[in-house]
């Protein structure tokens, strides 16, 4: 398996506020292709600027941070921006679809800003609607869709621009049980048939039933980390 | 949307407005004041004694007559004099005028409120403005008498009934002037038959002006002809004070407008913080989005501004139509020398200006809500609720 993230002992310092908070102290942390792992602990634990610095929305105090080979850091504004948009999809905890798209169009829009073909983007879009079991959904805007039926589109847009792996902070944080079994359903069924990577942050038990890999940030740091099935 | 619309109406229609009401002063005043050409002695206008008459008067106003573009003409003659009435005494202008002729030419004749225009069988009849009238406590038939200097320097008297009076609605001219019929004045300022001091052109088609200008110049070589904008200067003025309080005007609409958009469109970037957070995360990159944010402003505006422009166009064709009835006004109007209907009058060159100046002013605005969009931070957009 090939290492695709590789956090090296980063530490993370919000200054802004008037007592410096010490969000991340000190994480090391490599995922390989395929991985479907959790990140887990308690609010305030780091889980989302961890994310944030995997993804390359926030950027470490100290520490390197290499994705696909990239020392992510070393990138300005631009670069990175390109970088997130050909290497990392994203689900957000509140879906964050536009809403006057149509959920064809929320998934398709990436694939637009990378330019790709017509019936490329026609076709990938049939196929992942489908993979997430909304095709007869495709010209419903998100206010017409269900929690549960709009993160599913959100995970079909993360996977539209074809990324190396998918990040998703507390994806399942507004969805009920029902909802948020079927999305891991779905989710799990990509990551066997497609190999594609999710690391993603939870406080739902169930999910955490599910994961492949359980990492617990406890304070800023790494506490545990359990590889539950092979 | 709605200020780009109401901005662009205001302004066109406030131009067309302005622009109605210095072509209506301007028309009045020709019209019924200077015509489009006058004709003098070379020193007449430095030094308006009657000694500077034109020599050839009537035969000038004769050949004039062969230029087709000549709707009216009619020869004056007139003098500095003392008004004496029972009230006291006035210094005034006294002109002589052909009774036929300048009823044709300024439509004096209309103007009179109280008893008759000259119809040749009063005795010594005179006009009097309805001011003077009422200053002076005259009416019909009381007699006055006027004293001044005739072309040898002798001082002559002259007693006048008071035939009319009359108001034109430019109380300011009127009250300098008493009109008598031209032979009684010639005659008594020593003047031979067939001169005169001034002479006055009414043009049938004043897109014309400069070639009959050149016409009568052509007639009286060593006369000065002179058109109306050189007769009235003080219409340049008005014209380009209205050009001043039009920039005035288009800077604050300008400015009201800048301000509109920024704020209709940064409460647009803020409404949709969460998704420009999540567009940038995605990889939408800066460029994309401040071209996002300005493509939107300008199609907002791009169908804002032929609205604008539509109505604009509309009310001001309606308007020019049917006229804007000022008659609450009509006081401070008539003595601007302006009737109380104003006609708003279609300029297309300030209509392309203004047009143009808005919609390059939303694009402009659009920079700091766009520039705004592209300042955020997507992880901090994306926490906003
Ligand atoms: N922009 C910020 N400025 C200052 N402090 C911050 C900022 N973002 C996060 N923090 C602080 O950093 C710490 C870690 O926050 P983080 O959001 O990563 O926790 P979390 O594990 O995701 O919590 P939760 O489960 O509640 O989402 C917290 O103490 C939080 O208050
Ligand atoms: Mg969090």
């Known amino acids: 398996m090939s290492l695709i993230i590789d956090v090296n002992n980063i530490e993370k310092t919000y200054t802004e506020t008037a007592v410096p908070v010490h969000a991340l102290r000190g994480v090391d942390l490599q995922i390989e292709a395929g991985e479907f792992t959790a990140i887990v602990g308690p609010s305030g634990s780091g889980k989302s600027t961890l994310l944030n610095i995997i993804g390359g929305l926030d950027v470490p105090s100290t520490g390197s941070v290499v994705v696909n080979g990239t020392d992510i850091s070393q990138l300005n504004a631009n670069q990175l921006i390109d970088f997130r948009q050909k290497n990392i999809g994203f689900v957000f905890q509140a879906y964050n679809l536009i809403p006057v798209l149509t959920a064809k169009e929320n998934v398709e829009f990436i694939m637009l800003l990378q330019g790709r073909s017509k019936s490329e983007r026609d076709a990938r879009v049939k196929e992942l609607l489908e993979e997430v079991g909304l095709m007869d959904k495709m010209d419903n805007r998100p206010t017409q869709l269900s929690g549960g039926q709009q993160q599913r589109v959100a995970v079909a847009r993360a996977l539209a621009s074809k990324p190396s792996f998918v990040l998703a902070d507390e994806p399942t944080a507004n969805l009920d049980s029902k909802s948020t079994a079927n999305l891991l359903d779905i989710m799990l069924k990509l990551n066997q048939e497609e190999g594609m990577t999710f690391v993603f942050s939870t406080h739902d038990q169930r999910v955490i039933d599910r994961a492949r890999r359980v990492l617990t940030l406890e304070d800023g740091k790494i506490v545990s980390d359990i590889k539950t099935k092979a | ?385």
Do not use: C
């Not at chain 2, 002037?177 to 020593?190: D, H, I, M, N």
């Open chain 2, 1 to 385: 949307m709605g200020a780009v619309i109401l901005g662009l109406w205001s302004i066109l229609f406030a131009t067309s407005f302005s622009a109605g009401m210095i072509s209506a002063m301007i028309e009045k005043g020709i019209r019924h004041q200077h015509s489009h050409l006058q004709i003098h002695h070379n020193n007449y206008q430095k030094n308006k004694e009657a000694k500077h008459f034109i020599e050839d008067a009537e035969s000038i106003l004769q050949k004039s007559a062969s230029d087709e573009n000549i709707q009216a003409s009619a020869a004056r003659v007139t003098t500095q004099a003392m008004m004496n009435t029972t009230k006291g005494v006035r210094g005034i202008q006294v002109i002589g005028v052909q009774a036929e002729r300048e009823a044709q030419l300024t439509d004096i004749d209309q103007f009179i409120i109280t008893g008759k225009y000259f119809d040749g069988k009063q005795r010594k009849p005179i006009l009097v403005s309805k001011g003077i009238a009422e200053k002076m406590k005259l009416k019909e038939s009381t007699k006055l008498v006027l004293t001044f200097q005739n072309t040898l320097g002798d001082i002559s008297t002259l007693s006048f009934r008071v035939a009319g009076i009359f108001d034109t609605g430019n109380a300011m001219l009127d009250d300098t002037r008493v009109y008598v019929p031209f032979k009684s004045l010639q005659t008594a300022l020593g003047l031979a038959e067939g001169q005169a001091h001034e002479l006055a052109f009414f043009l049938k088609d004043a897109s014309e002006l400069e070639r009959s200008q050149a016409a009568l110049a052509a007639i009286a070589p060593r006369l000065h002809v002179q058109s109306w904008e050189d007769l009235a200067p003080e219409f340049r003025v008005f014209e380009e004070q209205f050009r001043i309080s039009i920039y005035v005007i288009l800077f604050i609409i300008m400015l009201a407008l800048i301000f509109g958009i920024i704020n209709t469109m940064l409460m647009a970037v803020l409404e949709r913080i969460r998704e420009l957070g999540m567009l940038m995360a995605v990889g939408m990159n800066k460029r994309k989005v401040f071209n996002m944010i300005l493509t939107e402003t300008v199609l907002l505006t791009l169908i804002g501004a032929p609205i604008g422009i539509l109505l604009a166009w509309i009310s001001i064709t309606f308007f020019s139509e049917n006229g804007i009835n000022l008659g609450a006004y009509a006081e401070g109007l008539s003595s601007m020398g302006v009737g109380h209907i104003i006609r708003p009058v279609f300029e297309p060159e300030v209509f392309f200006i203004t047009s143009i100046m808005i919609i390059i002013t939303a694009i402009l605005a659009a920079v700091y809500p766009a520039y705004k969009a592209v300042k955020l931070k997507p992880v901090e957009a994306l926490r906003r609720a």
